[in-house]
């Protein structure tokens, strides 16, 4: 797979703390004088934010295709990798992303089951080079990341309706993706303290920097 330079993602199930991480993170990396861009997945331009209601609209539940989904999140990501994306990263621009094609593979190719194949034939057509250089996959279990989210109290969308044993799934696939692909994903206990998995967070993406 060829990377970009700069572009860093980070995964996890909801919940994990991909929010709270990233938050941190720009922070800690603006105060250092590095010119940063956040972005969320699916969404971040104004067209793959309109394909993000789509995908999350929770009418949509049982209607949705597998592979509808799979080609609107790669939609959404098309649009995102051409107007905002690649223009940063040409200005020397750090991008980070909450989520991005890893989900992907987590979600659609191992959770649904359509496939890693599948999954990385579009992922390269979807992105050519412009795939993240590192990823840190927030490791937690279901149970745990579930009794996070609860506190949020806000009703949950068509993906956050599915059942505990399709994020078991798709925690195993964010596993298999950092045991498969060592050199652009590396997965941390995110079971402790939001400053600790901060620590192992940030000494990932200053090696690269
Ligand atoms: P995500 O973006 O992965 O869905 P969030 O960053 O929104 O996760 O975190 C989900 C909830 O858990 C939030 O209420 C957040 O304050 C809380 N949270 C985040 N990190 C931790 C942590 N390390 N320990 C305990 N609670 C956390």
């Not at 590396?186 to 990932?204: C, M, Q, T």
């Amino acid at each position: 797979m060829q990377t970009a330079k700069r572009f860093f993602s980070l995964e996890g199930i909801d919940g994990s703390g991909k929010s709270t991480q990233i938050d941190m993170l720009i922070e800690k990396l603006t105060a250092e004088g590095y010119s940063v861009v956040k972005l969320r997945e699916p969404g971040g331009a104004k067209i793959s934010e309109r394909v993000r209601e789509i995908l999350l609209d929770a009418s949509f539940k049982g209607v949705m295709g597998d592979k509808t989904e799979l080609l609107l999140y790669n939609a959404a990501r098309a649009q995102v990798i051409h107007e905002i994306i690649q223009p940063a990263l040409d200005a020397g621009k750090i991008v980070i992303a909450d989520r991005f094609a890893w989900s992907t593979f987590a979600y659609q190719g191992y959770a649904r089951g359509l496939g890693a194949g599948m999954v990385q034939k579009l992922t390269e057509l979807t992105c050519g080079s412009c795939f993240p250089e590192l990823t840190v996959v927030l490791d937690l279990t279901v149970e745990r990341s579930r009794a996070r989210t609860v506190k949020r109290g806000e009703a949950p969308d068509r993906l956050e309706q599915e059942k505990a044993d399709f994020f078991e799934r798709v925690r195993q696939g964010y596993l298999a993706a950092a045991r498969e692909y060592p050199e652009c994903v590396a997965a941390i206990d995110a079971d402790r303290s939001p400053e600790e998995v901060f620590g192992d967070l940030y000494k990932l993406i200053k090696s690269r920097l």
